[in-house]
């Protein structure tokens, strides 16, 4: 029961316009039919979540083909909400346009240029079409439809094309299918703390940063906190930490609940090597 | 001479248009007046290389706020061309316009959707100007200077402000000034060989990518191999392989040239515990 009271308290903030694949992983991980809140920024997610304007946050951590968002680390590391689920979606570009544009109509595509330039071979294939740059992917599918244009399509997810009713004309015209983006769900920690129990077989996931000074070995003594102990990384990354030359921070994930004791103990001893250490969160394993 | 006579074979690959900042880097890498093949797409990069086409190519590897570029990893193991230098360009948006046009007038920002959100500090301060996606940053210097606009400005680097003759109105507009890109000359594997011994008395880094199967502690017995050799790494990042799950990449950067027998001593011993290892090249460390 009170799963559902916090989920009816407000809104998920997610980066982007309605129907960007950020609304997607929001639905995965929140519910399809979850109220949403469009931001603008990155950092306007954490302040929604701040403000109590949104009751929860999906923020895009990395993605196989542009790596990880040091941004969104950086708030993490801030803002102090903790992660209390992970999803990851498959980036599917799609040509979408007006019912009753067809294919053989368009001339003209518009998009957000990283997905214009994610669909190159499909370009090359239909020289016909000329590409044009747009605010966003869903952005895009938005004006088309406002515009009542009947010569052009937009590239965006099929979310997109469902909200704005438009129809896809070619489904995946990516170029390279390897492109997942994996989300977080964050949470108040007082949200969070009660939602912790609601998977208890699940198998879990603790994401962590940490820093070392540069002395020899340090982060393979750091890494023998996990090893001694038979805890499986699932993630690391080293992040220079800018004007502090030699300093790193790094992105760690391990396979386990973070208040189990092997954990507890492996935290303990990496706190006696690191000179910061933060716990970002413990949430149920994504497909 | 043999060094000059590589140089002379034929133009640097970047990819963007004229005055991107792959331009930028190209020329702190290559010299300031070598000559450039500008491409659309990274793989364009590596295959120019390979055709003979340009003599040395150019490629972003990380950046500071969006982290590694898988891809380019990708090319690095596909097409093996070895790195030779690294050099690291710090991204500054300016607001520029036709010579004659005063801020005053700026009704418009023509920029990449990206760089345009990297300045929305600005634009929140100047609400009179309206943010308009373009094709790339360069290329929206380019534009406003062919249309004669005099009610618009572009976002871009200088250089893409000299080279097309117009005027910076606002430098650094950019809200994060930690916003690094670091870049890798590449050559073919003969002039690489030719150019090694330029700089006998640099610090050298050595970049390689390796990949363990799933079992328990395989990483840090991987980095037993540079820590019992105290070898001082400057970068590790793990990258899930899509298709095989549990099965790992990872890159790692290491302070020293390869061909010691410290660092060689270190690489049989990774090559042991490693399914996969390929150096990706041994060059000065950039500043």
Request: glycine share 6%.
């Amino acid at each position: 029961m009170k799963q559902l009271a916090v989920k009816k308290k407000g809104p998920i903030a997610f980066q982007g316009a309605r129907g960007a694949f950020s609304e997607e992983a929001t639905r995965k991980l929140a519910g399809a039919n979850v109220a949403v809140l469009p931001c603008e920024r990155f950092e306007e997610l954490f302040l929604s979540l701040k403000s109590g304007r949104a009751s929860g946050a999906v923020v895009p951590i990395e993605n196989t083909l542009a790596g990880s968002v040091h941004e969104n680390y950086d708030h993490l590391v801030n803002y102090e909400f903790p992660i209390v689920a992970e999803t990851s979606v498959r980036i599917i570009h799609n040509l979408i346009a007006p019912k009753g544009v067809t294919f053989s109509k368009i001339k003209r595509a518009f998009s957000h240029p990283v997905a214009l330039n994610q669909c190159l071979d499909f370009f090359a294939r239909n020289p016909q079409i000329e590409r044009i740059p747009f605010y966003d992917t869903a952005g895009s599918v938005k004006m088309i439809m406002e515009e009542g244009l009947t010569d052009a399509a937009a590239i965006a997810s099929s979310v997109a094309a469902q909200i704005y009713g438009a129809r896809i004309l070619r489904r995946s015209i990516e170029s390279d299918r390897r492109n997942f983006t994996r989300f977080f769900l964050l949470r108040r920690p007082a949200d969070a703390r009660r939602s912790l129990p609601a998977a208890r077989n699940a198998q879990w996931k603790t994401s962590l940063v940490f820093s070392t000074r540069n002395i020899p070995g340090a982060l393979f003594r750091a890494l023998s906190a996990f090893a001694l102990r038979d805890l499986n990384l699932t993630k690391i990354e080293s992040r220079p930490l800018r004007g502090k030359p030699w300093e790193y921070l790094f992105y760690v994930d391990f396979l386990g609940r973070v208040d189990t004791p092997n954990a507890q103990n492996a935290l303990r001893h990496l706190g006696e090597l690191a000179d910061f250490l933060r716990v970002l969160g413990c949430y149920p394993k994504g497909a």
